[in-house]
């Protein structure tokens, strides 16, 4: 199986802050990964596909990078209904794996 | 609009069945993959299994393998779950999310508000 691992698990931001989350795959996904946010008691919703392309309606503050198995979740200036948790998940083969979760908390 | 609604869960006995559904609304069903993810109460998420367009292709996640089976209805455009010999460890809430649609390879969007399974004596 693939491993996602996110780091950090947690990070503490104020708004306006440029923040950055990293998920690196345990082997080559090439470039199939997404990027989710989740707010608490809510379904998670799709940020990021195909490693850097931003699903219809997300802000384009939100973007997503690749370096080989290293991949980046970037929110290029903080908004208070950013405050949430994110998680990596890879699609390249089954079973279908996610990232542990970052925890993004007011500072 | 694009509705998932998923129905069925509830509080079992360890070793008991239950059996999830989900209902679609507001897309072509019959044309995408669908998947059923869970959540643990203050855990990450853990895809369960997911189902091709035309039922050809299922997938399960080790953990619930043998215990789980996964089924569709294109015609009544819904997504069903049959999880048997529940433990205290697939208490969850379950997602049920469509495939994004992109690429032939499974992102999942959107997703359903979930239903509660909690397996406890």
């Known amino acids: 199986d693939i491993q996602m691992t996110q780091s950090p698990s947690s990070v503490s931001a104020s708004v306006g802050d440029r923040v950055t989350i990293t998920c690196r795959a345990s082997?080559?996904?090439?470039?199939?990964l997404a990027w989710y946010q989740q707010k608490p008691g809510k379904a998670p919703k799709l940020l990021i596909y195909?490693?850097?392309n931003l699903e219809s309606g997300v802000p384009s503050r939100f973007s997503g990078s690749r370096s080989g198995t290293d991949f980046t979740l970037t929110i290029s200036s903080l908004q208070p209904e950013d405050f949430a948790t994110y998680y990596c998940?890879?699609?390249?083969?089954?079973?279908?794996?996610f990232g542990q979760g970052t925890r993004l908390e007011t500072k | 609009e694009v509705q998932l609604v998923e129905s069925g869960g509830g509080l079992v006995k360890p070793g008991g069945s239950l059996r999830l559904a989900c209902a679609a609304s507001?897309?072509?069903?019959?044309?995408?993959?669908m998947n059923w993810v869970r959540q643990a109460p203050g855990k990450g998420l853990e895809w369960v299994s997911s189902?091709?367009?035309?039922?050809?292709?299922?997938y399960y996640a080790d953990s619930m393998k043998g215990r789980v089976t996964i089924s569709r209805d294109n015609a009544k455009k819904s997504l069903y779950l049959q999880m048997n010999s529940l433990r205290a460890e697939d208490t969850a809430v379950y997602y049920c999310?469509?495939?994004?649609?992109?690429?032939?390879?499974?992102?999942?969007?959107?997703w359903g508000q979930g239903t509660l399974v909690t397996v406890s004596s």
């Open positions: 999310a469509r495939d994004h649609g992109y690429s032939g390879y499974i992102w999942f969007d959107p």
């Open positions: 507001g897309f072509t069903f019959n044309t995408y993959t």
């Open positions: 189902i091709s367009s035309g039922s050809s292709h299922v």
């Open positions: 082997q080559d996904i090439r470039s199939w």
């Open positions: 195909a490693a850097s």
């Open positions: 998940q890879q699609a390249n083969s089954f079973p279908i794996t």
